[in-house]
Antibody, heavy 126, light 111 residues
């Protein structure tokens, strides 16, 4: 069974960089066909996609966050990394690691997030 | 403001059928499949429906999804108290080089 586990500091100061690691177990982050990414949820609010990456390097980012986000893959440790620069209080959220899977059937190409980590709460405060 | 529009709340009594709607545009729901996620307080979202109307293994057949044009819906029949949760729709959006968009979420209350 695939398992995603987020880890990182629970508190980051304003203007600094938020860094999180997602460790994948029960499967390889280099498996063909899967994108790996991040979704966040501010306290009491809805879900917001941050970005996704294929192990070979292809990336997609939320247009509103693109200028501040770096996502990378460490295949040797089976980990996904997130760096969000110049954070403010608005970046306070639970950050989830997700796997995106896809299927092409009956002329329909479908994509969805099938696995989620338990989430890591990051607060931005001085 | 979320790109996909959902009602903030919905409610029903045990045994009833409740439908949650999700409205989008031609660049997201109109062009791509829709997924639904269920989230209980303090836990991660769980995939409920993928590819408009497909249920992952383990999801009761009381849950069903559909899509028409630029809108989608999630129906829950035979409502149970344990269905009380937040529900989110999501779809890929082809604009701006492509990105994922979510609905703002619907809090379902079982009366």
């Amino acid at each position: 069974q695939l398992h995603l586990q987020e880890s990182g500091p629970g508190l980051v100061k304003p203007s600094e960089t938020l860094s999180l690691t997602c460790t994948v177990s029960g499967g390889s982050i280099s498996s063909s066909g899967y994108f790996w990414g991040w979704v966040r949820q501010p306290p009491g609010k809805g879900l917001e996609w941050i970005g996704s990456m294929y192990f070979s390097g292809r990336t997609y980012f939320n247009p509103s966050l693109k200028s501040r986000v770096t996502i990378s893959v460490d295949t040797s440790n089976n980990q996904l990394l997130l760096h969000l620069r110049s954070v403010t209080a608005a970046d306070t959220a639970v950050y989830y690691c997700v796997r995106r899977t896809s299927r092409y059937s009956s002329n329909i190409y479908a994509v969805w997030f099938d696995y989620w980590g338990q989430g890591s709460l990051v607060a931005v405060s001085s | 403001q979320s790109v996909l529009t959902q009602p903030p709340s919905a409610s029903g009594t045990p045994g009833q059928k409740v439908t949650v709607f999700c409205s989008g545009s031609s660049s997201n729901i109109g062009s791509n499949t829709v997924n639904w996620y269920q989230q209980f307080p303090g836990t991660a979202p769980r995939l409920l429906i993928y590819s408009n109307d497909q249920r992952p293994s383990g999801v009761p057949d009381r849950f069903s999804g559909s899509k028409s044009g630029t809108s989608a819906s999630l129906a829950i029949s035979g409502l149970q108290s344990e269905d009380e949760a937040d529900y989110y729709c999501a779809a890929w959006d082809d604009s701006l080089n492509g990105h994922w968009v979510f609905g703002g979420g619907t809090k379902l209350t079982v009366l």
